[in-house]
């Protein structure tokens, strides 16, 4: 029988910690959201011994103060869950910084493990570690591992066995902060003891006290007794006039002071540092001339990857997913109307297609983040474009999702992931469908062509695009200056060395945001593209009425009187202003399901017949004879800057895990098409008569 | 010896390295950046002080990116 166990893995960013997970877990992750907030949950099974080991890769933090959402979610996890071990991944080559953490492990007094790692790359630099002694003073094993190779897998995982199966002591060596901290240490902590026995028993006395000289937000939240609050004051006010600094400043200062009474007498350096490698890449590529030039090459390389690349794919998934059709469809006999037949080729098939057609982009374009990520250069990035995006009140780093956005909103806004700012991210989630996507080229290229002479066509092109770029900024800096309110540029940002990330590692990120997307938002869009194609299809016109037609006019009688057909008719008193009669109607209203169903729709109600090339031009010449140029750019604008399809919405709800936002989206975005079309359209009716 | 004047750290160039004397930010910040190592009596080293540009400096053997306005509110000697 094998014994469970759950160990939280905790530290820095850029520690190598996630390196270390996956050395751990390999494939067997599972990532979700812990309840509540939008921070990741990444959980992952290893098997070692006679153990069966949940590993928790807890958020990247600096400290375990209630500073930002992700501090808060790593220690109520140690806290509340009580994990059996909490290994700290400790980047060896930068070892005071890092731990600053165990520092604060160690106060709340959890089994603790250290991996100290990159432990190559410490060595490179000349740094000679005595662990046997270091482990001493922290009281807690030190294994040295290189996560990236591989290296030290076992005697980690050995190491927190042993940790796990020995009897817990009493810590020796306590973090000393100095007699006047300690004195009001003791005091506050008698009183919690008195007057808050109840949190006492759950957190320890001391810990909390340390935490209410620190004002530590989450903890006074949880102090309820008012004479523990004003005891509180007092020893911050006492301690203020004795150091001329706050309490939090002077015990942080301690806790360094700590790590470097304990690291000067183990840690030797033995090589001088040397200008490294990475500055010399950095020199070129933050250079001032030369960063933003290396950043849109870069850009454009993801972008192409995405795109050029995610086609090949896409189309033998087309082609297999017509196949899949053509075979179900010859168990029935040609020119059934059974309804089983259409669900399952036009409902299930074709709605199953239209989540899985979004996969190769976004498998793609992930593994080149993580590649941008690992490497260190997104960092970099975002500060080369942060000047300009930074006038609209954004963050540098949301130029990559916006971009991607020019492809396909349904990964561009999963790529907002790499803005850990909630308001920024937010924001930008927001706008980005403004980005004119692919789909809508279908769109253009249909009306353009239709309505403008040759000479014009590029114009109108450009010109749609460049509406879409403004209406983004303009609608990011509105944003920013009422709903995402608030300062949100960070103010420092830590400088990773470049590395190489592990192919592995790569491989493991990408396929855990694909199945996510599968697993959410496909289920979401794969719902919603059954309803419309019921919405579509049902009911369908009384066959008396059908006798003598073609079979174009049948298909075209059949939406007409299935219930998008006849919301269609109804709405179109709605938008008239806009210049759009009920025939555009239908086919907005299915263009929601995606924008290509826009062109097919109208095709359908036109009866153009399914000859693709001919349709195509006799679509075009019916649309001219019916309606102006205007009328034409109008249609365009709309479907601009409404929202693109039900994948996007599905999306959002997967992304900021609520349906609020999305929904916020969908209708802030269709009225501000109505608003700004029907001007458009009533402005532009006054100049051409 | 006259005591070395306090200033800002963006006014310090290139190559220079300076000790922090404070920061003029709130509670939760403060707390933030000396989780990172920004604590008075710390070395700092400025890598590269360049308009317009990074504002790169040097902090316990980590390189950290200083956003705008982040350099004027660290006081240093």
Known sequence: MQKKITVALAGNPNSGKTTIFNMLTGARQHVGNYPGVTVEKVQGLCRYSDYEITFVDLPGTYSLTAYSTEEIVARNFIIEQKPDVVVDVVDSSNIERNLYLATQLIEIDVPLVLAFNMSDVAEQKGLVFNNDQLAKLLEAPIVPTIGNKGKGKAELLDAIIKTFTQKKEQRIHRIYFGDEIEEELTILGNIIDDKESLSAKKYGSRWLAIKLLESDADILDKIKDKSVKEAVNRSIDHLKDIFADEPHIIIADRRYGFISGACQETIKSTVELRHSVSDMIDAVVTNRILGLPIFLILMYLVFMLTFKAGKYPMHWLEMFFEWTALNINAFWPPDSQSWLKSLLVDGIIGGVGGVIVFLPNILLLFAAIAMLEGTGYMARAAFVMDRIMHKIGLHGKSFIPMLIGFGCSVPAIMATRILENKRNRFTTIMVIPLMSCGARLTIYALMIPAFFPNQYRGLVMWLIYLIGIVLAVICAKLLRLTIFKGDTIPFVMELPPYRMPTIKAIAIHTWQRGWLYLKKAGTIILAISIIMWAAMSYPKAPSKTLEGLTAEQVHKANLEHSIVGKIGLAIEPVIKPLGFDWKIGIALIGAAAAKEVFVSQLGIIYAVGTDEKQAKQSLREKLQANYTALQGFCIMLFCLISTPCVATIAIIRQETNSWRWAMFQFFGLTALAYLITSVVYNIGTVFVS | ?77
């Not at chain 2, 080293?45 to 982040?70: D, E, Q, Y």
């Open chain 2, 1 to 77: 010896m006259a005591p070395k004047q306090l200033r800002p750290l963006s006014q310090i160039s290139n190559g220079e390295r300076v000790s922090l004397v404070s920061i003029d930010a709130g509670h939760g910040l403060k707390t933030r950046l000396a989780a990172m190592g920004l604590l008075p009596g710390v070395e700092i080293a400025v890598v590269n002080n360049s308009h317009p540009g990074p504002f790169v400096v040097s902090v316990k053997n980590t390189k950290m990116i200083l956003g705008r306005g982040m350099a004027d509110k660290i006081i240093v000697q």
